[in-house]
């Protein structure tokens, strides 16, 4: 399809207009964190290291980070391990209801996020009985990790298909070795990808981890939006802030490259 010269400068202006919409604050926050000011004003009246090196040394931001490390850790586990396992089901098995079992695996992370926090909230407190605690932000977390994990598997085994497998049925190999050398290695990239963006989802997120974290679970994102209003904590929350996008953009970043690597071998 060919566009007009016009239609060309529209869309590169609109976007222009989105790109900088969403980095120019990011880039604000970047030069913020490097500010003399203690309440972020702007333009920032000159600028140290200082409040790096604060950041750095500070023992609740520490634990905070640690936190958040664990439960991305054990979200994005439990996610891979359940969201291949929905794939296959639903994927290699014809089944009445299959198609609203797929809505329903999906549906977590179309919804709001505080309609998914309170509904876990209420599930945990009121139906099971159970206190809010780091194991009720894991499975909170792994409730909405698993579409990741879920779309990127069950979308190669589209593409792949049964082919190899069956060869590898006729040719004598049993189930598990047929798994081990050759569903696994196909899936391969499509697990790492979706485990990466699952670790990057679940380490960010903030409104889900506020309705079913107890009161001494504190994640990075929480450690910040507690901070930010306190006096001269703003520098040393923008510098935490600059981290964590860093830190989501790596793992987003490396799935990215899995999954064009894969495209670029086909």
């Known amino acids: 399809m060919r566009l007009s010269k016009a239609a060309r400068v529209t869309l590169a202006a609109v976007t222009g207009i989105i790109l900088v919409g969403l980095y120019v604050p ?7 964190s490097f500010s003399t000011s203690t309440s972020l004003s702007w333009p920032p009246p000159g600028f140290t290291l200082e409040w790096w090196g604060k950041a750095f040394q500070s023992q609740g ?44 695996i ?24 159970v206190p809010l605690s780091l194991w009720t932000v894991v499975i909170a977390h792994a409730t909405f990790c698993i579409v990741t994990v879920f779309n990127n598997v069950i979308a190669r085994l589209r593409r792949t298909g049964v082919n190899l497998e069956d060869a590898s049925a006729d040719l004598g190999a049993g189930i598990w070795t047929t798994f081990r050398l050759v569903t696994f290695p196909q899936l391969r990239s499509a697990l790492m ?56 953009i790596v793992p987003i970043y490396l799935a990215q490259r899995l999954a064009g690597s894969e495209q670029t071998h086909r």
């Open 61 to 104: 931001a520490a634990d905070a980070v640690a936190t958040s490390v664990v439960i991305a850790l054990i979200a994005t586990a439990t996610a891979t391990v359940l969201g291949t396992l929905l794939s296959f089901a639903l994927q290699r098995f014809a089944f009445f209801g299959r198609q609203a079992i797929s809505l329903l």
């Open 193 to 248: 990808a979706g485990g990466l963006l699952a670790f990057a989802l679940s380490f960010d997120e903030i409104i889900v981890t506020t309705f079913t974290a107890g009161s001494g679970v504190t994640t990075l994102p929480i450690f910040i939006l507690n901070n930010m209003f306190r006096p001269n904590q703003a520098p040393i929350v923008a510098v935490i802030a600059v981290v964590l996008v860093v830190v989501s």
């Open 26 to 32: 990011l880039f604000v926050v970047l030069v913020n």
């Open 106 to 129: 999906v549906l977590p992370i179309a919804l709001p996020g505080i309609i998914t926090g309170i509904a876990l909230n209420n599930f945990f407190r009121t139906i099971l009985g």
